[in-house]
């Protein structure tokens, strides 16, 4: 059973994706220590609230997690986590952790924020993380700004609100999804298997 840990970067309430994460076959940790970071066999980025905030909380973490990516192991973000992944937001000023190129922008004044409830996705970059997953599938969104990539092909799959955005990325073993998986039902728990699955091989 492979380990997961979920970073504790006192941003938003991870229980939900602890659960989550469980019934999908993986043993959880909660925390915010490198070295059990390090001995993980994947990792998942949450997040709520504002990228300036969050990205001085997880600063310790930085060089740690770099180093956690570079060693090939699979890491996912959620929502504001996905976001974290990015080097900037316009949402105040803050680096990010620069593990995908591009910025995270505010959604147009002419649609209502937060984007809030469901929607549903198109595939546009295949990988494992999208298995059994189509373009009916639908998730759940909380967020009023989204990111945009330098390489189209980091986007695996899009969403539109007033707009096309990226919804879920995925560059090697470095995957995010902007929507909450652990509070999407069944098609949340599909994506969580498959990344459960990938960590297997």
């Known amino acids: 059973m492979p380990l997961v840990s979920i970073i504790d970067y006192k941003v938003g309430n ?4 602890e659960n989550a994460l469980k019934k999908v076959g993986f043993r959880v940790e909660v925390n915010s220590e490198s070295d059990k970071i390090l001995q993980s066999d994947a990792v998942v980025l949450p997040g709520v609230g504002n990228f300036r905030v969050a990205s001085q909380k997880l600063a310790p973490l930085k060089i740690v997690l770099n180093d956690y990516v570079h060693s090939g192991r699979l890491l ?27 910025c995270v ?6 649609v209502k924020t937060p984007h809030m409830g469901w929607n549903n996705i198109k595939i546009e970059n295949y990988n494992e993380l999208l298995d059994g997953l189509s373009e009916n599938s639908y998730f759940y969104f ?11 092909d980091d986007v695996a799959a899009s969403t539109i609100y007033g707009e096309k955005f990226a919804s879920i990325v995925s560059k090697n073993n470095i995957h995010g999804c902007q ?15 498959n990344f459960a699955r990938m960590t297997r091989k």
């Open 76 to 102: 996912l973000g959620s929502c504001l986590g996905m976001q974290l992944l990015f080097q900037n937001s316009e949402e105040g000023v803050g680096e990010g952790l620069n593990l995908i190129e591009g």
């Open 14 to 17: 991870i229980f939900s994706m």
């Open 105 to 110: 922008k505010k959604f147009n004044s002419n």
């Open 142 to 152: 909380v967020h009023s700004y989204y990111p945009l990539l330098k390489n189209g």
């Open 179 to 193: 929507f909450h998986p652990e509070k999407s039902g069944k098609t949340g728990l599909r994506l969580l298997e």
